[in-house]
């Protein structure tokens, strides 16, 4: 601690990321990056960038990314908001609409949120999720403050249908609902159609996962303009230029792939379905996962020990020492050669028990 550090800094308690190894020679399935490489175009438009966009400074709009982002999801590019990765998104949008009021999340959920609270001075309630990790729509219904919700979930993997949500969204028209879809793409539904009829919803999204971007980090916001304009006046008062050009070309090119976007979504939920019948054979209990991740645990086994053996073999997973999900890990969908060598691995650990 330095002595000059200001008070705030002294009293935060940082999110940790997922364990980042030196070596490639480990099985990564603890941050969740796609099981596949990035589209053929986007690797394309990234060798296409040339010296003199690098020499200028970006497009501070990203207004060619707006553009495709805004025709996938059939909005106007004012409803679209680009930043550094949805973390940045979402920084910039608690400091424009959450600083300093009350904030409803739920008690098991991404883990930044609490950090953002601090950091930004928020009132943040959790709502306890029910027995089997579903959400309490009618809990959250009750409050007059403020939403803001991941979906799906983070890192249960359990998702919300769209009509639950709308049903938050309208039931008060003056309450801001904040949907965090970082895992957009696997199969849950999205809130976005919902966008153009409400003015008190707002959707955050990452090509991290759904595009196979976590290398170049891009996310970005859909909403009415209005709160666009807000987060367009926090990110001008911190940092006019978040998305370098290599940047915006590669995640416009992304979006633009439907094609890649659909087989490569198809591909992780097979492969998701194949890791969760593994699982279930060897006797774990495996929540029905909307995200690329699987939310797991060994009613035998202890979490902390089947953590401890796997990262002994060289396969990570991730783990958190709550107690309500202590014996659960959260395990990345991998590719087949992957998924495979977890599933050994974790077959010798019981065996051995």
């Known amino acids: 601690m330095s002595r000059f550090w200001v008070e705030k800094v002294t009293e935060l308690q940082p999110y940790v990321p997922g364990e980042q190894p030196a070596t490639g020679s480990v099985v990564k399935l603890n941050t969740n990056e796609h099981a596949l490489s990035p589209s053929d175009a ?41 930043g550094n990765g949805s973390d940045e998104v979402l920084a910039h949008l608690w400091f424009a609409f959450l600083s300093g009021r009350t904030v409803c999340t739920l008690d098991t959920t991404y883990g930044f949120y609490p950090v953002w609270a601090k950091l930004y001075g928020s009132q943040l309630v959790e709502v306890p999720v029910l027995e089997d990790f579903s959400v309490d729509i009618g809990a959250l219904g009750q409050s007059h403050d403020a939403i803001v919700l991941a979906n799906p979930n983070a890192p249960t993997g359990l998702a919300l249908r769209r009509a639950d949500i709308e049903s938050l969204v309208a039931s008060n028209r003056d309450r801001l609902v904040i949907i965090d879809e970082a895992y957009y793409g696997f199969g849950a ?22 595009h196979a971007l976590a290398g170049m ?48 979504s198809q591909a992780v939920a097979q492969s998701r379905a194949q890791l969760t019948e593994g699982l279930g054979s060897l006797g774990f209990q495996v929540l029905p996962s909307m995200a690329n991740f699987v939310f797991t645990r060994h009613p035998e086994v202890g979490g902390e020990a089947l953590f401890a053996a796997l990262r002994q073999e060289g396969v990570l997973v991730r783990r958190w020492s709550k107690p309500r999900i202590g014996d659960w890990l959260r395990i990345t969908v991998g590719s087949g050669e992957q998924n495979e060598r977890l599933l050994t691995s974790v077959a010798q650990f019981l065996k051995n028990q």
């Open 42 to 82: 986007v690797m394309a438009a990234i060798s296409a960038v040339q010296g003199e966009q690098l020499r200028r400074y970006p497009d501070p709009a990203a207004s060619g990314l707006c553009d495709a982002i805004a025709a996938v999801e059939g909005l106007t590019a004012a409803c679209v908001f680009p």
């Open 189 to 210: 539904e999205s809130a976005a159609p919902l966008v153009a009829d409400y003015d008190n919803l707002m959707i955050s999204r990452s090509l991290s996962k759904s």
């Open 217 to 264: 980090r891009v996310g970005y916001a859909l909403a009415h303009p209005d709160l666009i304009e807000g987060l367009n006046r926090v990110k001008d008062s911190f940092n006019s230029y978040p998305l370098d050009a290599v940047a915006q070309a590669a995640a416009t090119a992304a979006i633009s792939d439907a094609e890649w976007f659909e087989q490569a």
